[in-house]
């Protein structure tokens, strides 16, 4: 089975750092997926790791670690508008569908 | 300009009355696929498309239908609504199922009463 975990809120202050972990339990591995979605809005795209290590773009950073089932979402300079949700997917082999997590629901604050 | 489109964006209907959300991508994807988001349980596929003609179902295919005659669209089918799909349906399409980036519709806010 698959079982994706991420925490549920988040409150950082702007201009700051935060870092959103992410941690899995999948039969296969292909990749790991990070999309942001604004209240209301549509998921876009942010990042997708399938080797170890850190992934920098620009002010979003994300990690992978194969072998602990573990990545996270490093978001740096942290501005008002990068108040959302971040969701976590992993993609395996075959015909299994892309998993979701429940997303981490961040709030930056003044 | 590379888009997913779904139609209606909101929809408030009755229970039983058939009803159809159409989705439709202009990047010649072959993957498409349709999501409920509900609150606490985050986005959950409802069913996926490879190509043209081949469908299979996600992690919460009871209640819906698909079909997919063109590479272009691909809308769900709702035959009998009812409460428990109240919901907030996003339709993605990509160039394949798990190692491209998903683009997704701009969502259908659905009320079933």
């Known amino acids: 089975g698959q079982n994706i975990d991420q925490p549920t809120e988040m409150t950082a202050t702007e201009g700051a750092i935060v870092q959103i972990n992410c941690t899995y339990q999948t039969s296969g591995f292909n990749g790991l997926f990070w999309y942001q979605q604004h209240a209301g809005e549509a998921p876009t795209f942010l990042s997708y790791n399938v080797l170890d290590g850190l992934e920098e773009k620009g002010r979003f950073s994300s990690f992978l670690s194969r072998s602990k089932g573990y990545s996270y979402l490093l978001l740096k300079e942290l501005q008002m508008k990068d108040s959302a949700s971040y969701l976590c997917a992993v993609s395996a082999p075959g015909n299994t569908p892309l998993v979701f997590g429940k997303g981490t629901r961040l709030s930056v604050i003044a | 300009e590379a888009q997913v489109t779904q139609n209606p964006r909101y929809l408030i209907t009755v229970t039983g009355k058939k009803l159809t959300v159409t989705c439709s991508q202009n990047?010649?994807?072959?993957?498409m696929s349709w999501y409920r988001q509900d609150p606490g349980l985050g986005l959950r596929q409802i069913y996926y498309?490879?190509?043209?003609?081949?469908?299979d179902k996600g992690d919460v295919p009871e209640g819906y239908k698909v079909s997919r005659k063109e590479k272009r669209n691909f809308p769900l089918i709702l035959e009998s609504p009812s409460p428990n799909q109240t919901s907030l349906y996003f339709c993605?399409?990509?160039?394949?199922?798990?190692?491209?980036?998903?683009?997704f519709g701009p969502g259908t806010r659905l009320t079933v009463t």
């Open positions: 498309s490879m190509n043209v003609e081949v469908t």
């Open positions: 993605a399409s990509s160039w394949d199922r798990g190692t491209y980036e998903q683009y």
């Open positions: 990047m010649n994807h072959e993957y």
